[in-house]
């Protein structure tokens, strides 16, 4: 089904990094316009912000969540406590409402608005001296990634890419490293981005997407050992 | 009976993903999910692949509940949800699924206490809770005696663990006996065919001196230590390790100290009712020891099945519907999955 001139609304969520993302996006045939948004940066407190947020942006445009058309979730990659928080929100409101979620690459909302016409490095912080990174080519199209790794690592594949520009947290932060110009925005997940870039799917009325975080690291366990004797 | 308050329970505070529907104190679903199998090879719970098992089942585990219960999320009252303690990572799964519910379909949310959950659970088989009661909550994670004078809105703790869970120590022991994790359901078959007065065990803080300072809380440590010495002597004299004796003597000496303890609690409280609840209530050596001393002392001893003595959803949702019955207002939409949630606060 395709909508023609209908006009959808659909919420965003992006709990992928520090800043947590909620925004109300109209979705006609030829555009993608922000109608709310809310953004707090807060890195530990995305399971306290989110439904909040959620509710104040349908409180702006004063709709009921029964008029959402669809939701858009970035699927990270991000630290995975406050990523799923984003994920399980889109996953639990799109189960009620009986419609669909997408996901989208969290990154693709930071380095496919910042592309212009040159490749583009984005990267955000994925903790323990690593960024989570991506790069597109000059239209943003992602030509390698979502990868975690050492900013160093990161930066030299950006070099070989022909990379010239660097955009997001993680770029900043990693800034010395990466040795790339910065670009100042976006700094986190785009809202609007993830929604255009999720539009073709919403404007076609495709099937919802199982929301799998890209966590892209294992968790953190080692197998049980043999038992250490008691007796000296 | 239609006109009861209509209430779901989100429960996610371990290794289980459980939804509980229940209408008033009667059970109507009770879903769950567990990624218990993920863990075995490590030997207890690992909190990032629980959380990662929540994420993927909490969606599948609703529909589960809400068919069986034969019920629509439109015609909900009110969600609860464990907000602590637990996990915090795996709590938080839970919090903020119950947020995209209730703020999806209009509805309130109880963010909630799980001990209190546990204690609640035993109304959808008994029925109302007589107030006051002591409440013993063993499991993998907690071991507590509790005062509830109103389940509504605050116990008070009397005592708990200084060292290992109840279900810890059962979970050590088993692997020491080479049983699989989650050791207690193993323990407890091995027991029925062996000695509970094989093996002298020590029972952790009853000497006169502990009874001054930890009356009403339990030491499983030290047990599990001397399991682990008496095992190991008889390995290196090359003898067998009659495993059946060596389990049901430690059964017994777990049984023991938590069955006198919570009798002692009643008593020094002037308390009538005790309720067991947590994965060790499903214990068949708990629940008879219980029953059998409780008797000589007047005392009714109420234990839900064992079903509903584990983590659950319905434990939540029965919970939740005692507190909605209270009264109590709902939670706010920004509550927080709180890990270390004291006992005092049954409703954040
Ligand atoms: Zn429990």
């Given at each position: 089904m395709r909508l023609g001139w209908v006009i959808v609304l659909v919420l965003v969520v992006d709990s992928s990094t520090p800043a947590v993302t909620a925004a109300l996006v109209e979705v006609t045939a030829s555009a993608v316009t922000t109608r709310a948004h809310r953004c707090t940066v807060d890195a530990r407190a995305h399971g306290e912000l989110l439904a909040p947020q959620v509710d104040a942006v349908l409180g702006d445009v004063a709709a009921r969540p029964a008029e959402l058309h669809a939701i858009v979730?970035?699927?990270?990659?991000?630290?995975?406590?406050?990523?799923?928080?984003?994920?399980?929100?889109?996953?639990?409101?799109?189960?009620?409402?009986?419609?669909?979620?997408?996901?989208?690459?969290?990154?693709?909302?930071?380095?496919?608005?910042?592309?212009?016409?040159?490749?583009?490095?984005?990267?955000?912080?994925?903790?323990?001296?690593e960024i989570y990174w991506a790069v597109y080519d000059g239209a943003g199209q992602r030509l390698v990634g979502p990868e975690v790794g050492a900013p160093a690592v990161a930066a030299e594949r950006a070099r070989e890419l022909g990379v010239t520009t660097a955009v997001g947290d993680g770029a900043h932060r990693y800034a010395e490293v990466l040795g790339l110009p910065l670009r100042a925005e976006p700094r986190y997940p785009d809202a609007c981005a993830l929604a255009a870039l999720a539009a073709e799917r919403i404007r076609a009325g495709a099937p919802g997407d199982p929301l799998t975080p890209l966590?892209?690291?294992?968790?953190?366990?080692?197998?049980?050992?043999?038992?250490?004797?008691?007796?000296? | 009976m239609a006109d009861e308050p209509l209430i779901l329970g989100i429960e996610t505070s371990c290794?289980?993903?459980?939804?509980?529907?229940?209408?008033?104190?009667?059970?109507?679903?009770?879903a769950l999910a567990s990624s218990v199998d993920q863990h075995a090879r490590f030997g207890g719970?690992?909190?990032?692949?629980?959380?990662?098992?929540?994420?993927?089942?909490?969606?599948?585990?609703?529909?589960?509940?809400?068919?069986?219960?034969?019920?629509?999320?439109?015609?909900?009252d009110a969600i609860a949800v464990t907000a602590g303690p637990g996990l915090a990572g795996a709590l938080l799964v839970g919090v903020a699924a119950a947020k995209g519910y209730a703020v999806a379909a209009e509805k309130p949310v109880y963010g909630v206490n799980h001990l209190a959950a546990h204690v609640a659970v035993d109304t959808l088989e008994h029925g109302p809770l007589p107030e006051p009661a002591i409440a013993l909550l063993v499991s993998g994670g907690h071991s507590s005696l509790l005062l509830?004078?109103?389940?509504?809105?605050?116990?008070?703790p009397l005592g708990a663990t200084i060292d290992d869970a109840a279900g810890e120590a059962f979970d050590k022991v088993a692997r020491l006996l080479g049983l699989p994790f989650p050791g207690g359901p193993h323990i407890d078959r091995e027991a029925r065919a062996g000695d509970p007065a094989a093996i002298a065990f020590p029972r952790g803080l009853t000497a006169a001196k502990d009874l001054v300072a930890h009356r009403h809380d339990f030491s499983f440590s030290g047990l599990k230590t001397a399991v682990a010495r008496w095992v190991e002597a008889r390995e290196r004299a090359g003898e067998p390790v009659p495993i059946a004796d060596v389990a049901a003597s430690f059964q017994e000496a777990v049984c023991d100290v938590l069955v006198d303890k919570a009798l002692d609690a009643c008593r020094s409280s002037g308390v009538e009712t005790l309720v067991i609840g947590g994965g060790v209530a499903?214990?068949?050596?708990?629940?008879?020891?219980?029953?059998?001393?409780?008797?000589?002392?007047?005392?009714?001893v109420r234990v839900p099945r064992p079903g509903l003595c584990t983590d659950n959803g319905a434990m939540v949702a029965a919970l939740g519907s005692h507190l909605v019955a209270s009264g109590v207002a709902p939670s706010r939409l920004d509550l927080p999955a709180d890990s270390a949630l004291p006992l005092t606060t049954v409703s954040v």
């Open positions: 979730a970035g699927l990270g990659p991000g630290p995975f406590t406050g990523l799923r928080v984003g994920l399980v929100t889109a996953a639990t409101m799109s189960q009620v409402l009986g419609i669909p979620a997408y996901g989208v690459c969290s990154l693709d909302a930071i380095g496919h608005p910042a592309a212009t016409g040159e490749p583009v490095l984005a990267a955000s912080d994925a903790r323990r001296r966590y892209l690291r294992r968790p953190d366990a080692v197998a049980a050992t043999v038992r250490k004797p008691v007796l000296p | 290794d289980e993903t459980g939804v509980g529907v229940v209408r008033g104190h009667t059970l109507l679903a009770d719970v690992v909190p990032e692949v629980a959380s990662r098992a929540h994420l993927e089942a909490i969606v599948p585990t609703m529909e589960r509940a809400l068919t069986e219960a034969g019920v629509t999320l439109a015609d909900i509830v004078d109103d389940l509504a809105r605050g116990v008070t499903a214990n068949s050596r708990l629940r008879a020891l219980a029953e059998q001393r409780a008797a000589r002392h007047g005392i009714r």
